[in-house]
């Protein structure tokens, strides 16, 4: 399993911007971000392949959303533009090998998460 280490987040108004980072510890091949709200199970948001050809969002965040990685430096990220209150919560990255999937089942290693909170 790889070490994953996320940088990013905090708070911003709604229609706002911020961008999420994901470093890993080593080589990483599917990635992928998910999110947890308050009272609520944790959700899928983005997932990429190794490659960066294959990227994958939930419809939540289709158009607003771009997850895209570096592995020169084994990094991800996620760029959230047009912020909505609804986009609130404790975001995680992860790492699973082989493809990216929507399941976080299939995912091996998580980062540490990071706060997000949008205000209207």
């Known amino acids: 399993q790889v070490q994953l280490v996320q940088s990013g987040g905090g708070a911003v108004q709604a229609g706002g911007s911020l961008r999420l980072s994901c470093a890993a510890s080593?080589?990483?091949?599917?990635m992928g971000w998910f999110r947890q709200a308050p009272g609520k199970e944790r959700e899928f948001v983005a997932a990429?392949?190794?490659?960066?050809?294959?990227?994958y969002y939930a419809d939540s965040v289709k158009g607003r959303f771009t997850i895209s990685r570096d592995n020169t430096k084994n990094m991800v990220y996620l760029q959230m533009n047009s912020l909505k209150s609804e986009d609130t919560a404790v975001y995680y990255c992860?790492?699973?090998?082989?493809?990216?999937?929507?399941?976080?089942?299939?995912?091996?290693?998580w980062g540490q998460g990071t706060q997000v909170t949008v205000s209207s």
């Open positions: 992860a790492a699973k090998m082989g493809g990216p999937s929507v399941r976080s089942a299939d995912f091996d290693s």
């Open positions: 080593g080589r990483t091949f599917g």
């Open positions: 990429i392949s190794y490659s960066g050809s294959g990227t």
